[in-house]
């Protein structure tokens, strides 16, 4: 008899963003957002000589000519790559919610208030009030901002598993 093999939950690696300029976004990373870096920002050329040029083109397909990446984590150790292709430059994030796939990150730091300041400070955005998830019994608290670039992310006061076992939506 065979053995069914049991489901548990994966560890998250890390995200990936695409920055008009990367030397921007790894100083707001660093410096506002706390993330430290792993590998500087580094060219890669297209290429198929070498694994990581050949993943590229597996991912990217052909005729990207180079880009720039640089490697951060968190506190946490998860990963957060920042992308710079020549082509978007010019490109603005847009905001929809409504389209299918990834539309914001979450990070988790006790002094919302304090690091949304920061956040604004260094040319992000706030895109809404700071709310309690339970007004007056637990002091969760979350709010959504932007990073200068135009990515959306979450902030919470405490752990995701805390936000939501008691319930949120109750």
């Known amino acids: 008899m065979k053995k069914e093999k049991l489901n548990y939950p994966r560890s998250f690696s890390h995200i990936g963003i695409t920055v008009p300029d990367l030397d921007k976004a790894i100083k707001f990373y660093t410096e506002v957002m706390g993330f430290y870096t792993i590998m500087e920002a580094t060219e890669v050329l297209e290429e198929d000589q070498t694994a990581i040029g050949k993943m590229c083109i597996d991912v990217f397909g052909k005729n990207w000519k180079k880009f720039r990446i640089a490697h951060l984590s968190?506190?946490?150790?998860?990963?957060?790559?920042?992308?710079?292709?020549?082509?978007?430059?010019?490109?603005?994030?847009?905001?929809?919610?409504?389209?299918?796939?990834?539309?914001?990150?979450?990070?988790?730091?006790?002094?919302?208030?304090?690091?949304?300041?920061?956040?604004?400070?260094?040319?992000?955005?706030?895109?809404?009030?700071?709310?309690?998830?339970?007004?007056?019994?637990?002091?969760?608290?979350?709010?959504?901002?932007?990073?200068?670039?135009?990515?959306?992310?979450?902030?919470?006061?405490?752990?995701?598993?805390?936000?939501?076992?008691?319930?949120?939506?109750?």
């Open 74 to 170: 968190t506190g946490d150790r998860i990963g957060i790559e920042l992308f710079e292709f020549k082509e978007s430059k010019n490109l603005k994030s847009e905001f929809n919610p409504f389209c299918s796939g990834l539309f914001h990150f979450s990070v988790q730091d006790p002094d919302i208030e304090g690091l949304v300041e920061k956040i604004v400070k260094a040319g992000g955005k706030q895109r809404m009030p700071i709310r309690e998830y339970y007004p007056g019994d637990k002091p969760y608290r979350m709010c959504y901002v932007e990073d200068p670039f135009g990515t959306v992310f979450e902030i919470y006061s405490h752990s995701y598993e805390l936000h939501y076992s008691a319930g949120a939506y109750n």
